[in-house]
T-cell receptor, first 114, second 114 residues
């Protein structure tokens, strides 16, 4: 099976712009979660989508949003970019069984805000 | 909210020695504890996980132990090899009905010297 794919892999934007990142989960996986990784804050949960519905949300401002499509692919959007949004954005997919939450990560999108 | 503490932040061992990384979690509802290995330029890779109904799990050179009473869990790597050098993250998650949200430790940089 193909793993989690994320596009683009690298992105450079300037302050005030907006950006959309894409994630394709492992085939058959219905849950997609997004995480932000920075040297200072580590890995932080942004939100999770399951069956096109946001099921869980972390402590990030409303500039961070996402959605999930019927084929389980997901996008996240960051509006009005700030310098502090520079980070590695990771997507993880999960089968979403009833007993455990095994999550598999993609390679990430490296966002640089200038 | 849920918090996961991880120690040590850096660990240097000689090739062939053992390495132990320890984590403590705060939310007693957590029932799933994965460990991830992250190499430079890549996303976190799930290497082993343990559920709260199990005290220990082993997979070749790696093992994880869980003490639910003390809310501690640890990663043990035996016979370390240079390719084990990476950043290791522990994480904790609550049951599926809470949604898929991993709370990560700050990470441990493991260096295996040959």
């Amino acid at each position: 099976k193909a793993g989690v794919t994320q596009t683009p892999r690298y992105l450079i934007k300037t302050r005030g712009q907006q950006v959309t990142l894409s994630c394709s989960p492992i085939s058959g996986h219905r849950s997609v979660s997004w995480y932000q990784q920075t040297p200072g804050q580590g890995l932080q949960f942004l939100f999770e989508y399951f069956s096109e519905t946001q099921r869980n949300k972390g402590n990030f401002p409303g500039r961070f949003s996402g959605r999930q499509f019927s084929n389980s692919r997901s996008e996240m959007n960051v509006s009005t970019l700030e310098l502090g949004d520079s980070a590695l954005y990771l997507c993880a997919s999960s089968l979403q069984g009833n007993s455990y939450n095994e999550q598999f990560f993609g390679p990430g999108t490296r966002l640089t805000v200038l | 909210g849920e918090n996961v503490e991880q120690h040590p932040s850096t660990l240097s061992v000689q090739e062939g020695d053992s390495a132990v990384i320890k984590c403590t979690y705060s939310d007693s509802a957590s029932n799933y504890f994965p460990w991830y290995k992250q190499e430079l330029g890549k996303g976190p890779q799930l290497i082993i996980d343990i559920r709260s109904n199990v005290g220990e799990k082993k997979d070749q050179r790696i093992a994880v132990t869980l003490n639910k009473t003390a809310k501690h869990f640890s990663l043990h790597i035996t016979e370390t090899q240079p390719e084990d050098s990476a950043v290791y993250f522990c994480a904790a998650s609550k049951p599926a009905e809470y949604g898929n949200k991993l709370v990560f430790g700050a990470g441990t940089i493991l260096r295996v010297k040959s």
